[in-house]
């Protein structure tokens, strides 16, 4: 089994959206996939507008309208294969919670940028080193991506990295910001389903 987390600020918007979405569409691989906030609300629904786009991108509806939002902490961060932050400061909050698992730690525009630079060969071979448990397979494929930070030239804006907080923003934003999340998202699928799963 697999394990993911996703964090972004108030766990209402982005962070809720993508944990929802990865777990819709990795379904059939069984993942455990949680979300939490850095800080802002607890126990929190959904916004009506990130509820209405998971909806929209195929999350049932009762699973959005159970989602209550909750603080990030650093037992949370323990045993995720994966830890997709929504934005560079969010990566950051983790990091400082939780160091040694930087290796492990990106955010979500990140990882895509990474991952579409790197060959599924090398993500392949690492995953096969690493044997049979689907965990394992996605930490040391993390771990490849990991290590291509330092030579993959970064965005030429720095923002693109991120993605753009919607809360109490208006529809527009909340738009911008899944145009941002949901192609990123499906890179973090096509990576977790190239190497969970032994060939």
């Known amino acids: ?26 379904g059939d691989l069984d993942p455990r996939v949680t979300s ?15 509820a209405y786009l998971a909806q929209h991108l195929g999350v049932p509806a009762e699973v959005s309208s159970a989602h209550r939002s909750r603080f990030l902490q650093e037992s949370d961060l323990a045993t995720p294969d994966l830890i997709i932050a929504m934005t560079r400061e969010h990566r950051r909050d983790i990091a400082e919670l939780a160091p040694a698992r930087l290796r492990h730690t990106f955010t979500v525009r990140e990882f895509a940028r990474l991952a579409a630079t790197t060959s599924d060969a090398d993500l392949v071979s690492s995953a096969a080193a690493a044997g049979p448990d689907g965990g394992a397979r996605l930490r040391a ?29 208006e529809w527009s934003v909340y738009q911008r910001s899944a145009a941002q999340l949901v192609p990123a998202l499906d890179e973090v699928v096509r990576v977790v389903r190239l190497v969970a799963a032994p060939r």
């Open 36 to 50: 939490a906030g850095t800080r802002g609300l607890r126990s929190a629904r959904m916004t009506r507008e990130s």
């Open 1 to 26: 089994m697999v394990e993911l987390i996703t964090v972004c600020t108030g766990n209402i918007c982005r962070s809720p959206l993508a944990a929802q979405l990865l777990q819709t569409r990795l």
């Open 141 to 169: 494929a993390a771990e490849v991506l990991a290590a291509r930070r330092g030579l993959t030239p970064p965005p030429a804006d720095p923002d693109d990295d991120d993605v753009v907080d919607p809360f109490r923003q």
